[in-house]
Each structure stands twice: as C-alpha cells, then as structure tokens.
T-cell receptor
C-alpha cells in the first residue's frame, strides 16, 4: 500500500524553463510534507517543506504547492539550472517531520 | 559542521552471511533514523532512536535485523543472516529535536551518504 506516490519516474526540462514535479498521497492524516533532493552516491538533502495549514511555501527558486482536497502537492523550480539535475523525493508525515513516508522519486534532468 | 557519517560505503557479501553498518550522527542530534532504500524506491524507515531508546521499530524485520545506539550517539545496524532481498542502500539520518512535540522545521532530518549493500 503506497501512501505517497510520484507517478513520473523521470522528467526532462530545458535550462531556464520551469520544472514541475508532482506527488500524490492517500493518507488524510498526513499534515507535513517535504521535498528532498538526491545526487548519486549521496544521501537525500532537505529542500523545502510545507505544513497542511498552508497551501504554498516559497524559498528562492523553489515553491511547493499543497492541494489538500486533491491530496496532491507539487514542487516548482524556476528557473531550472543544470545543478538541479537529481532525483527528487516527496515525503509526508503525520508526526511533524518524523516518521517520513517517501515516494518513489522522480529523476529530473535539466538540458542545456 | 560535520554531517552524518556512515561506514562502510560499500559492502558485498554472500547470502546467509552477517553484516554491520555504522553511523555517527551530527553532534548534538538526539534522534537517529535508519532507512532502507531498495533500487527504484524511496527510503523506508526501519528504526528510530531518541538518544539511546527505541521510538519506533515497527518496520524492522526483527528476525534478522537488529540495531543499537548504546551511548546515545553512534549507532550500528546489523543483518544476520542476510538474504538476497536485503540488497539496498542503508541510510542513516539524524535530527535535532526529540520526539515529543516541537516545531517540524526543527525536526529536519539530515542524511548520511549511505552504505550500498549487495547480497550475492
């Protein structure tokens, strides 16, 4: 039973354009959502988070949107840069930022 | 500030052998996590410690996996005996704030580079 799903295994975007990564969840108890970024041979690195009391959180080029009624969140990267090429994991929790449930990941490739 | 350290980085063993992984969290971090990441999947939580006590080990296969954090700092994760399906990356993470309450923004988990295990 996959509670957090990232249905796109990969995404290719041109440098300078917007990258949109999507994530769906099924557990209505989740109230905190995070995005992690992972480079090869490294551990995941925290990118941005959002609480269920908000519908948007912004940090520089990164914005996360939460649609609670649709149980959907998305990560927007504008403008996309070559260094953004990585695997992005969506994660959710019903206990703050603890006991995270991760999605399968989306591999983002930024083309020059 | 030094990050989460893990060793070894890579390990190849045969099935039925035993293996151990070591993790040193960020200094001062009370909470430590072990995750298993199978190829093509996201990390799955195996066990969570607060200081030297277990908070959650509900997803740890206790017939073959064990973990300890004796002095509330370093931790080891052991598999005995290993099976083919244990091939994965084992990630250690740590966070600052203890389990009870707290600001989620203060509970951010910081991950180590992982140990890649191949069971033949």
């Amino acid at each position: 039973d996959q509670q957090v799903k990232q249905n796109s295994p990969s995404l290719s975007v041109q440098e300078g354009r917007i990258s949109i990564l999507n994530c769906d969840y099924t557990n209505s108890m989740f109230d905190y959502f995070l995005w992690y970024k992972k480079y090869p041979a490294e551990g995941p690195t925290f990118l941005i988070s959002i609480s269920s009391i908000k519908d948007k959180n912004e940090d520089g080029r990164f914005t996360v949107f939460l649609n609670k009624s649709a149980k959907h969140l998305s990560l927007h990267i504008v403008p996309s840069q070559p260094g953004d090429s990585a695997v992005y994991f969506c994660a959710a929790s019903s206990q703050g930022a603890q006991k995270l449930v991760f999605g399968q990941g989306t591999r983002l490739t930024i083309n020059p | 500030e030094a990050g989460v350290a893990q060793s070894p980085r890579y390990k190849i063993i045969e099935k039925r052998q035993s293996v151990a992984f070591w993790c040193n969290p960020i200094s001062g971090h009370a909470t430590l996590y072990w995750y298993q990441q199978i190829l093509g999947q996201g990390p799955k939580l195996l066990i969570q410690f607060q200081n030297n006590g277990v908070v959650d080990d509900s997803q740890l296969p206790k017939d073959r996996f064990s973990a300890e954090r004796l002095k509330g700092v370093d931790s080891t994760l052991k598999i005995q005996p290993a099976k083919l399906e244990d091939s994965a990356v084992y990630l250690c993470a740590s966070s600052l704030v203890p389990t009870s309450g707290g600001d989620p923004d203060q509970e951010t988990q910081y991950f180590g580079p992982g140990t890649r295990l191949l069971v033949l």
